[in-house]
């Protein structure tokens, strides 16, 4: 029952608040914008990082590139162009409609929810709120409870800036987003699995809740007898293990034409010896799984796959003390391996092979819509065949992941990996609403034609339906 929920006061004030909030000029907008970048960029830089190493061992480089230069540089993107976004969009008016003009604007949704995940704490807590904020609305955030040190740093942030009114950080588990989901929310920006999105959804039609669900899914990475291997190998291994390969948009499995596989993993391993010139299980520049549970999944995926015969080409080794496992590479796989089924979110990497392209289309297609998908080749006429043939929400072509970073472009799933885009003005659009409006200047042709209905109306009628 709402009238029970532990939140209901706070959703009451933002509510109460968002008209205020809402009628904020553009300026006003980027002030707190400017107040966030700073808190992130300056004041709580080194405990933004050690909150992170805290959490899974982030490296510092990493942090920096895939936590706070997200969330500064999507600040700098909409600083650069709310004020054109939030203009009037002036439209057509049809000559039937002689008299009256015509705008859409962008008005907030009102008070929204934003429930983010462990993977990317700030950057997925923060990235979506520059959105919000940018668009006039009132929120509410709930950050995973897995990584309890960045989001005491979040709370601590958002209690710095922001009026409990207008924007409030909620930490708790799963009963607390139970709770937040009860409430009628004008709009909720959810990003995890497809399994929690489903349940998310379900909540926010009982209140007819628009959404944008930033989900996963297993992407994955096409590579043909054209590509440039050392090129191909130099950026999957590290789009793979960046983060430890817990990101939505990781490449979660390899699809090569047969020919080349060898020669790809050959190039793996030399590439690895590169990247951790340490073994990775000291190297500072490998972050590790972020907890138990976890690291017992993804330790059972490789048992599983040892159970089915696959081969380790690379890697396997794990240790529990420390939630470390080595960057695994597999190969020979059943269908049924559950490497194959589920997706990974992890340092494992599994290799299929096949004979014609037409043979590797077919297989993506006979999956759930991939959030992201990559391809490497050399030739033209095989990157149309595969984009032509295939659905996914994001692409690269000899590249992986950076597709995220690029603020023109809408960043989201389809179907299963997701609903909505984000990002730039995609992520302005998703918390606003295109209201119409119609502004009648002069009595129009329109009211010549109101009751009583005459021949002559008649005749203007059918004149109208043939000429406009």
């Not at 006039?136 to 958002?158: C, D, H, Q, Y």
């Not at 059972?300 to 890697?315: D, L, R, T, V, Y």
């Not at 692409?395 to 997701?418: K, M, R, W």
């Not at 009583?452 to 005749?459: G, I, S, V």
């Amino acid at each position: 029952m709402i009238l029970e929920n532990p939140y209901l006061e706070l959703f009451n004030r933002q509510k109460n608040n968002q008209f205020k909030v809402g009628n904020t000029t553009y300026k006003e907008r980027l002030k707190k914008l400017k107040a966030l970048r700073y808190a992130v960029e300056v004041t709580y830089k080194d405990r933004i990082r050690e909150a992170l190493y805290k959490d899974f061992k982030k490296p510092q480089l990493e942090v920096d590139l895939t936590e706070i230069y997200p969330i500064v540089s999507e600040i700098k993107f909409v600083s650069a162009n709310l004020k054109s976004w939030m203009k009037r969009q002036k439209v057509e008016t049809p000559m039937a409609l002689l008299g009256s003009s015509s705008w859409v604007t962008y008005e907030p949704k009102g008070v929204c929810l934003i429930v983010s995940p462990w993977n990317f704490p700030f950057n997925l807590t923060f990235g979506p709120l520059v959105s919000a904020i940018a668009a006039g609305n009132t929120v509410i955030l709930k950050p995973s409870e897995m990584t309890l040190n960045s989001s005491r740093i979040m709370a601590e942030i958002v209690q710095e800036i922001f009026t409990e009114d207008e924007v409030a950080l909620v930490e708790g588990a799963v009963e607390t987003s139970k709770a937040l989901l009860q409430l009628p929310f004008n709009h909720i920006f959810f990003t995890g699995s497809p399994a929690v999105g489903k349940i998310v959804m379900k909540a926010a039609a009982e209140h007819l809740t628009s959404v944008t669900l930033e989900l996963g899914g297993k992407s994955p990475t096409i590579i043909d007898k054209t590509a440039n291997l050392s090129h191909a190998v130099r950026k999957i291994a590290w789009g793979k293990f960046l983060n430890n390969g817990q990101i939505c948009v990781s490449p979660d499995y390899i699809l090569i034409d047969e020919t080349v596989k060898e020669a790809f993993i050959s190039e793996f391993k030399k590439q690895l010896k590169v990247f951790y010139t340490k073994s990775t299980n000291h190297s500072a520049d490998y972050s590790r799984v972020v907890n138990n549970r976890h690291f017992d999944r993804l330790v059972n995926h490789i048992e599983n796959a040892k159970q089915h015969n696959a081969i380790i080409e690379i890697g396997g080794v794990s240790n529990k003390t420390e939630n470390f496992i080595e960057p695994t590479v597999i190969s020979n796989l059943p269908e049924k391996a559950s490497l194959l089924q589920e997706e990974i979110f992890g340092p494992i990497l599994p290799i299929k092979t096949y004979g014609n392209l037409e043979e590797a289309v077919a297989y993506i297609n006979s999956k759930e819509k991939p959030l992201a998908l990559y391809i490497y080749s050399k030739r033209k006429s095989n990157i149309n065949y595969i984009i032509k043939n295939t659905r996914a929400g994001t692409t690269a072509i000899n590249n992986n992941v950076l597709q995220y970073s690029n603020h023109h472009l809408p960043f989201g799933g389809s179907n299963n990996s997701g609903i909505g885009k984000s990002h730039g003005f995609y992520g302005f659009e998703a918390f606003s609403n295109r209201r119409a409006v119609l502004k009648q200047h002069t009595k129009g042709a329109t009211e010549f034609l109101f009751p009583p209905y005459t021949t002559m109306k008649q005749k203007l009628v059918d004149w109208t339906i043939k000429w406009f």
